[in-house]
């Protein structure tokens, strides 16, 4: 989907809304995690001493039977990270060009770690194909940067990624000496929709990264993992980036905790999506393509009303009911564990008003 759907810099509002469907990272953590939070042990992780850190990283290691797993503040440092360990100055990633890393980390991969990122075509639904990527790859030459590392993603904009073609990848790269990492910032939504287990989604690639902050209902966090070596990498990096952090494990507990309560419920998430865009499609002129209502997105064009300007858009229009859209075409509504179906209800209702002939 080639889309900015994110909430732009500076569009920060004055007062949260009650219903906001920019982003699942606006969930807040609710009395029950802050009470687990509360009682977690902790000590320095520095010195790798913080029993909540420690249990979560085990949990998200055996989660996706990979041998190690590192907490870290944010999927940005945990994409970094792992592209600074797999890679060298120089080096070069083949990745999709809708792909996170790629257009929205502010190039912090080149910035920060000297790698060259090669962009492939992503579909609209987000797929790259393994024969896109053979094409991609370098020979071995003295013009040109060294490929060293694929980088996948799934669910992309919301897409759940076709598994054939993500193992096909994996195949190509082992052969070519690449190694592959997943951001799967949404991997559990994912595993949740195509009722896989997440260890089998990612089973042959070399680093996956989960945030714990995408809807599962963490203030923040994500967990890298790969091999204890990788691991062991990207834990000294973690250091010289300012991402070591000490007594954390109040914001692990919080992790803990999502994955134990907040992963099955996905699934209502995905339910109530594909209501909301159901019952869009009954508002004219709106249209929605229910096929690609997979997981917790959907994205669609609202048009001026008749007789509207541009300052009386949908979303001006909605905010003043404290119902909170990105203002961006297509826009990008988000369903998460601090959405209801009432909540879905009152926005149908708005959105019916907005549109309703005068
Ligand atoms: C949000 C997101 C990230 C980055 O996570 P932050 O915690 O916001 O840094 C990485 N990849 C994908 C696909 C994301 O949606």
Known sequence: MNTSSYPVAGQSLDKTPDIDFRSDTVTKPSTA???????????????????????????VATLLNKEA???????????LLALMSHCQRGEEIIIGDQYHICSHEAGGASVLGSIVMQS?????????????????????????????????ENTVSGFVQPQAELEAITILARENNLKVH??????????????????????????????LSKGLGAPAGSVLSGSSSFIAGASRLRKMLGGGMRQAGILAAAGIYALDNNVQR??????????????????A?????????????????????QGKTAEQSLAKFLIN??????????????VHLDISRQDVDKTLAAITEYYRER
């Open 69 to 79: 797993a590192l907490f870290v503040p944010s999927g940005t440092m945990s994409n």
């Open 182 to 211: 997943m951001d799967g910032a949404r991997l559990m939504h994912a595993a949740i929709k195509t009722d896989c287990s997440p260890a089998d989604l990612c089973k042959n690639v070399d680093s996956v990264s989960l945030c």
């Open 321 to 334: 009911s404290g119902i909170c859209l990105g203002d961006t075409a297509p826009c990008r509504i988000v």
């Open 285 to 305: 002129p709106l249209s929605v393509d229910l096929a690609s209502v997979e997981t917790n997105m959907l994205f669609v064009n609202f048009p001026l009303a």
């Open 33 to 59: 995690m802050r009470q687990f939070m509360s009682e977690a042990a902790v000590g320095d992780d520095v010195y790798g001493e913080d029993p909540s850190i420690n249990a979560l990283q085990l949990k």
């Open 120 to 152: 492939i075509n992503t579909s609209a639904k987000g797929y790259i194909t393994a024969g896109q990527v053979a094409a991609a790859i370098r020979p071995d030459d003295a013009h040109f940067a060294k490929s060293k590392l694929v980088c996948l």
């Open 266 to 283: 996905l699934q209502q998430d995905h339910q109530l999506a594909y209501y909301f865009a159901t019952e869009l499609n009954k508002i």
